[in-house]
């Protein structure tokens, strides 16, 4: 199986990819979710399959062989989580920039957003006032 | 000593608040400082002179071998007492030149900042005590010459100054580092005892280089002198105090240092006696295309500084003369070129010109700071009965023994121009009629300017009060004892006649001033600074074109440059590792297959779809294979935290992204992409299998296993390891998920606020 691992981890890194690429944000959104699947399977396949037993310590102190590697289980749990966090703002960002900027195109956003062709750091700082100017109400 | 040294960094830091307590008085009480540093460095001079050098240091980092340790011989002690007796003069000079400025509290503490790290500088033994002292005048150095800030040219003067001055710290550094790795020591005064080491060693040259390097631009040596007529944009007491007196003279100590060491080899005398006399005719040459007070003072300065490394080179290659020249005219030096700096600011600020084609009759206005002008001006023409006199006569002995005849020649030339320049100084006091309600300017204007040109006077009439000093620092120049009678009168000799035909020519070239004023300052001259002009402006290019690549405000682009670099990496370390391996194929499950091919599938149908609805489902679909190859791989845990987060994921993405519209026509991948997309997800294929065909060490898992219920008290290992042996690890997982969630909540709650009329 973990060869067929192997394959599949770099197919879904290579559509991830490409739809990061897409210009449309949702497209690179989802591209994004499929890079960490593909991610997770990696880190998970490095501690080795073909275990019997889960993780866990027996009542009486002793282990069951041969038991699934934990280390990578302990990584992966934090970054499905962390992936989570980072998706759902996601998610609520480019909603918020479809609204105001009435597009979604992460080609189209900066000649939204871009009033002069080289702004200045006193013009970045200014910058949310005339943002703001511009949402319609 | 250290606490010397301490005490003036912490009054310098209290400098504002005295300013705010005292106001217009506050330069009076700031002088204080530096007055009672002269009088401690004065209460040293009985030992230094009966030939002890005082030692004295603390811990700073003893681990890497940094002490702050400090070392007292004639040498330091002359720089000292020039530092701290100038500065006090300086303070309160400043107090009058500066009167009402808004920023003079923060004057006062820069200044006295710099004349700290000054003192550390010159006391300094320990190698990298001395280099981040260096580094410290540079910088307060900066800060003073941009002290007008508003000024553009006083910016870029200051830039130019701390770019010439700290790159050239770079190089000092790596100078200073060879030396001790050389030498075997940190100490300074433990490499002074090893100069046949040093100067026998392979890296001998290349050290040598890069400090002279580090020397040459601090003390505004050829070819590195522009920057100093350039920073004169400093306020006056900046410029008589850093840029005259003290600061431009650290490259010189140092070299009069280090000479003991590294010097007495053909190289050393050769190359400094050839900038040295290079920078004396620069100075010399391009006073006369100057009509700005200050400016011609300036490339006295460097004309000056060029005579200091020229005697320096000429030491190892005299009895005595070089060093005790070296000795005479660097006190000389700095007492008539702080003052004449004085005296221009003090007639800049009462007749509101620096500009000498524009001054006339100052004498009858002026009485105080025109003596004190006419004294310093005798010293820098070299004319009897000053101390110039006696130090420019020591170097002509010196150049007459060590150099060829069309050096000394050409050095006579150089020193000439400072008859000139004198000439130029004095003459618009005591011709022509002053101008309108023009008179003396406070104490505080003046007393800096008649103390230190009376000295000069002083020490000229009777050398001998000098002369215990300068035998001290003659002998630590030289590495070997120096006893020498400095008088006004030699008797008929040599460089008296070199004086005689320095005056005259000095005198000639003033009645040549106007027309080689008119004739040189007609067009700019290209010289170094153009070099230094050309580099800044290539620069500047080059990292607006490199920005242009790098920061393209492209999302696209960045992601292209993010992943080929990590196809570049993971491609390298495959190469360089054991290549290209396949590892033993394991038994299969035909429904594994089936899973794992029903994934690829979805993903790859993601490439087409053109529905949010449609994308919902893909990536569960992908989401819920994860989870599934997870419980079969006995990942319990994993599985359900898997199938939440998807369906949490899906939920969201249903709930908001339903109302945005279509994705609308997908425009069709470009090749780029492709190649980006298929490179990544092959690279992870390859890693992946050579990483399956090595066995794996089961260390940590085992480490694990065993410590997870007697040390962590839990038998679930996997949680364990999260909540207790990467506990700080979570704790900062659940912040970022907190953070992020407080996002989406304000992101919403913005929308909804806006939602209503």
């Known amino acids: 199986m973990e060869v067929l691992l192997a394959f599949l981890v770099g197919g879904l890194a290579a559509v991830g990819v490409y739809l990061m690429l897409r210009p449309h944000l949702i497209q690179f959104l989802v591209g994004f979710l499929v890079l960490g699947n593909a991610a997770n399977l990696l880190i998970f396949t490095a501690g080795r399959l073909g275990s019997q037993f889960p993780p866990l310590v027996q009542r009486d102190g002793g282990l069951l062989e041969p038991i699934a590697n934990p280390l990578p289980q302990a990584l992966i749990l934090t970054a499905i989580v962390i992936g989570f966090g980072l998706a759902a703002f996601g998610i609520v960002l480019f909603y918020r920039a479809e609204q105001g900027l009435g597009t979604l195109s992460a080609e189209a956003m900066p000649e939204v957003f871009e009033p002069a062709p080289a702004p200045s750091p006193v013009d970045q700082v200014e910058a949310p006032r005339s943002e703001k100017e511009r949402v319609p109400a | 000593m250290v606490t010397s040294v301490l005490v003036a960094f912490a009054g310098a830091l209290g400098a504002p608040w005295v300013y705010r307590g005292l106001g217009n008085r506050a330069g009076w009480v700031l002088a204080l400082l530096p007055l009672g540093l002269t009088l401690y460095f004065s209460s040293l001079l009985p030992a230094v002179l009966a030939g002890q050098t005082l030692r004295h240091g603390v811990a700073w980092v003893p681990s890497l071998g940094v002490g702050l340790s400090f070392y007292l011989d004639g040498l330091s002690l002359l720089f000292a007492l020039l530092i701290t007796g100038i500065g006090t003069f300086i303070v309160i000079y400043s107090g009058g030149y500066l009167k009402g400025h808004p920023d003079l509290g923060r004057f006062y503490l820069v200044i006295l900042l710099f004349m700290a790290s000054m003192l550390g500088l010159v006391l300094a033994d320990n190698i990298v005590t001395l280099f981040v002292m260096w580094e410290l005048t540079s910088l307060t150095s900066y800060l003073l010459i941009g002290f007008n800030h508003t000024e553009f040219r006083s910016r870029r003067a200051a830039t130019q100054a701390l770019f010439v001055t700290a790159g050239g710290g770079l190089a000092l550094l790596a100078g200073l580092i060879l030396l001790a790795g050389m030498g075997g020591s940190w100490e300074i005064s433990e490499l002074l005892t090893k100069g046949e080491v040093l100067r026998a060693h392979p890296w001998y040259l290349g050290a040598l280089v890069l400090v002279l390097v580090g020397a040459f631009t601090k003390s505004a040596q050829f070819p590195f002198h522009f920057w100093l007529p350039n920073a004169m944009e400093a306020p006056t007491p900046v410029s008589a105090y850093l840029h005259s007196a003290t600061m431009v003279k650290a490259g010189v100590y140092l070299l009069a240092r280090l000479q003991p060491a590294l010097g007495g080899t053909e190289v050393w005398s050769s190359t400094l006696m050839a900038f040295g006399l290079a920078t004396l005719l620069t100075g010399a040459t391009l006073t006369f295309r100057q009509t700005d007070l200050k400016r011609l003072l300036a490339y006295s300065t460097v004309a000056a500084l060029g005579a200091l490394v020229f005697a320096i080179g000429a030491v190892p290659l005299t ?8 000795a005479a005219f660097l006190l000389a030096h700095s007492l008539y070129k702080g003052g ?33 002008v006419g004294l310093s001006a005798l010293s820098l023409a070299g004319l009897p009965p000053v101390l110039g006199f006696i130090g420019k006569e020591a170097l002509y002995a ?37 101008p309108e309600g023009v008179h003396e300017g406070s104490p505080s204007l003046w007393l800096g300017p008649v103390v230190l040109a009376g000295l000069g006077l002083l020490v000229g009439l009777f050398p001998g009060l000098y002369n215990p000093l300068a035998d001290a620092v003659a002998s630590a120049v030289k590495g070997a004892p120096v006893a020498y009678h400095l008088k006004l009168w030699h008797g008929l000799n040599l460089p008296l006649l070199l004086s005689l035909v320095t005056v005259l020519l000095g005198v000639g070239l003033y009645f040549l001033y106007p027309r080689l004023l008119a004739w040189m300052a007609r067009e700019p001259i290209p010289g170094p600074e153009s070099a230094y002009v050309g580099l800044m402006r290539g620069l500047m290019r080059f990292s607006g074109k490199l920005e242009r690549l790098l920061q393209s405000g492209s999302l696209r682009a960045y992601l292209v440059w993010t992943f080929m670099g990590l196809v570049a990496l993971v491609g390298l370390a495959l190469l360089r590792g054991d290549g290209l391996l396949w590892p033993q194929l394991q038994g299969l499950h035909p429904g594994q297959a089936v899973l794992l091919a029903l994934m690829l599938l979805s993903a790859l149908a993601a490439l087409r779809l053109r529905s949010h609805l449609a994308t919902v489902v893909v990536v569960g679909i992908v989401g819920a294979g994860v989870a599934i190859v997870f419980l079969l791989q006995n990942a319990p845990d994993l599985a359900i935290t898997q199938f939440l987060v998807e369906t949490l994921t899906a939920v969201l993405i249903a709930l908001v992204l339903l109302q945005i519209r279509r994705i609308g026509a997908v425009p069709r991948g470009r090749f780029l992409d492709k190649l980006v997309a298929l490179s990544f997800g092959g690279i992870l294929t390859l890693l992946m299998l050579a990483m399956l065909a090595q066995p794996m060490s089961p260390h940590l898992a085992q480490f694990f296993a065993e410590k997870s219920l007697p040390e962590g008290f839990g038998r679930n290992i996997v949680n364990v390891i999260l909540v207790d042996f990467r506990g700080l690890d979570t704790f900062g997982e659940i912040t970022v998920v907190g953070l992020a969630g407080l996002g989406v909540y304000a992101l919403l709650k913005g929308l909804r606020k806006e939602g209503k009329p």
């Open chain 2, 319 to 326: 009895s005595y003369y070089g060093a005790v020249g070296f």
């Open chain 2, 340 to 372: 004449l700096f004085m005296a221009a600011g003090a007639v800049d600020h009462e007749v509101g010109t620096r500009d000498v084609s524009q001054l006339s009759g100052l004498f009858r206005a002026m009485p105080i700071t025109g003596v004190a």
């Open chain 2, 398 to 434: 010196a150049f007459l023994e060590a150099a060829p005849a069309w050096m000394t020649g050409l050095a006579v030339l150089g020193f000439a121009v400072g008859v000139t320049l004198a000439l130029i100084l004095t003459v618009p006091f005591f011709r022509g009629q002053p």
